[in-house]
Every structure is written in C-alpha cells, then in structure tokens.
C-alpha cells in the first residue's frame, strides 16, 4: 500500500468528517456546514478514498458509522477543539505573571524622563518582566524588522514599509547656565556669542539652534560637543557656557544640579517624541501593553508638566 503524506491530504475534509460523525446524517450535516447534500455526499466519497475505509453504511437508523469512523471521532473532535483554540482564542496577557524581556532604544532624553519613573512602577506592577534599554543606533530600524528590538522612542523619521510611528508627547526647548552665572536676559547677538554645550549622540551636522540663529544671520560656536546629558552639568557648572536642551531634561537637571534657566531671545521649534514599531508586533498582546503603558506614562508626564507651567 503507498504511503500518503500529510501534506497530500485535504485537511478540510475533517471538519465534514467531524460534523458527519456528530449528525450521522448527510441533509443534517449539510445544513451546519452551509453546504449542500450533494456537495456534503462528494466530500464523503474523498474521505472514503483518502482513508480507504466506508466510513458510514447505511442502515435502518441512517447513516452508521464503521469502526473506523468510531476509532477516528474522539481524537478528531480533540483536534478540532486545539484548532479552534489556537485560531479563534485570544492569548490573555498577564502584567503581574509575564515573563518576557523587552527590548528598548531610546534617546537618553527619553530614558531619564519617560523610562526611568515607568519602569520604577513595573518593578509592582510587571514584576517578572525584564527591560533592556539602549541607545539607538543606525541599525535600530534593521532590529526593529528583524524583531530583536520592540521599541525606537525618538522624533519620527523616515522609515521603511512596516514601521509605525505613533506620538507620544511634545516638548520645547529651554536655556541652561550655572547658577551662579552672571547672565539674565540675553540678545540674539549675545546667546550666539556664548560658549555653546551641544549634545549630539553622533557626529555633529547642525542643529535647530544652528537653524534658527542662520535665519537672523547669527552664527555660534559650539565649544562643547558631548554625547549624552549625563555630562552636561558636569561641563556646564562652574562655567560661563549655555546649553540648549529639552524643556522636561532641564527639570531633570535643576531638580539635581547647580543650574538656571534663562530665557531664550530666539524662538526654536518644539519637537514630538514618537515611539517607533514594526507591523510584525500589531496584535502581540505583551506589545500592545507596553506600547500603551507607554502611551500612558508620556500623557501623565505631560500633564505633570502642563501642571507645574502654571
């Protein structure tokens, strides 16, 4: 006898098999699945060829299944049952007992003040989760696709086909000195002859400062070019220099800091930080929960902000 693949058989056919073997009657059978009685007869014929055995005979109480049909039914239904499990159930996902790591890159601007309070709360409320959080990097779109990273928090860019880009909150920007910086109210002329503090996380190509002050013809001189804010009060205190920095990492800064704020002369654009994610994770339930978790804890910072600007 030849052998018959898996894969040569038409597995549809069991769900008839199935339904035949609850309803023991062809007309019944039909009527559940949507299908005729002739249609529902064809079906039967393949069945008895596929497995080489009747199936049903018929008798006075109708169709009669064979011992084989009888071998078949109870770990058909069970099957059955799994598939439909598998396709039509939902996964519940659980915060307080899901263990999975979850993979981050954010702009250091974001881990201080959107990470940092978020994951201090999911260490109560997600205690078996784990979180690793890096900076970004010109492969974080290829990890995004590939899905080795679930997260890209910064101000959207360009991307390719698959990734979306969903807001979180806007900010401004905010002029920093030491405190103990003689300096109150500044000209344009005069903010553009200061010592300037940029951090840039890569190799420096201009900024919206740079921008705004070319548009008054103003120029400056960025004397200190540093990769994270982690350093800024550290070459900015003790110092006549000024950064220009996000509105919510000042707070950071003076909450821990020696520092000031002093009103910019020049109008610089805000800017919306976005979290960035591939198709692939749409309907993952633990991604879905960290996108709004995330979503949430940006709205209450937003918030918080608007509460303490008034």
């Known amino acids: 006898m030849t052998k018959r693949n898996i894969t040569q058989a038409d597995l549809n056919l069991l769900t008839v098999l199935d339904v035949l073997l609850a309803e023991q009657n062809v007309t019944r059978a039909g009527d559940r699945l949507g299908l005729t009685q002739s249609a529902v007869s064809r079906i039967l014929g393949r069945l008895r060829a596929t497995l080489g055995d009747p199936l049903f005979v018929r008798t006075s109480r109708g169709l009669t299944p064979t011992e084989r049909a009888l071998a078949i039914a109870g770990p058909l239904r069970q099957n059955i049952e799994s598939l439909e499990r598998l396709f039509l159930e939902r996964p519940r996902f659980d915060p307080t007992t899901v263990k999975r790591r979850f993979r981050v890159a954010a702009v250091d601007y974001a881990q201080v003040t959107l990470l940092a309070p978020l994951l201090r709360r999911l260490s109560t409320d997600a205690p078996q989760a784990e979180f690793e959080v890096r900076q970004p990097s010109l492969e974080s779109e290829h990890d995004l696709d590939a899905g080795v990273l679930d997260i890209l928090i910064m101000p959207q860019q360009a991307s390719a086909p698959g990734v979306v880009w969903t807001p979180l909150y806007h900010d401004g920007y905010t002029c920093v000195v030491w405190k103990k910086n003689s300096v109150r ?23 919206i400062v740079d921008e705004v002050l070319k548009e008054s013809g103003l120029a400056r001189r960025v004397a200190v070019q540093i990769p994270t804010f982690l350093l800024l009060p550290h070459v900015l205190i003790a110092t006549q220099r000024i950064a220009t920095i996000p509105t919510g990492m000042a707070a950071e800064l003076l909450r821990m800091h ?36 995330l979503a949430r804890e940006a709205a209450k910072n937003n918030s918080d902000r608007a509460g303490r600007s008034k």
Request: proline fraction near 10%; hydrophobic fraction near 40%; aromatic fraction near 6%.
């Open 185 to 207: 109210s500044l000209t344009p002329a005069r903010f553009a002859a200061m010592e300037h503090i940029l951090v840039a996380p890569r190799e420096r190509a201009g900024g």
């Open 258 to 293: 020696p520092l000031k704020i002093v009103k910019s002369p020049v109008q610089i654009p805000g800017f919306t930080m976005s979290q960035g994610w591939h198709e692939i994770h749409r309907h993952d339930p633990g991604h879905r929960w960290l996108r709004e978790v």
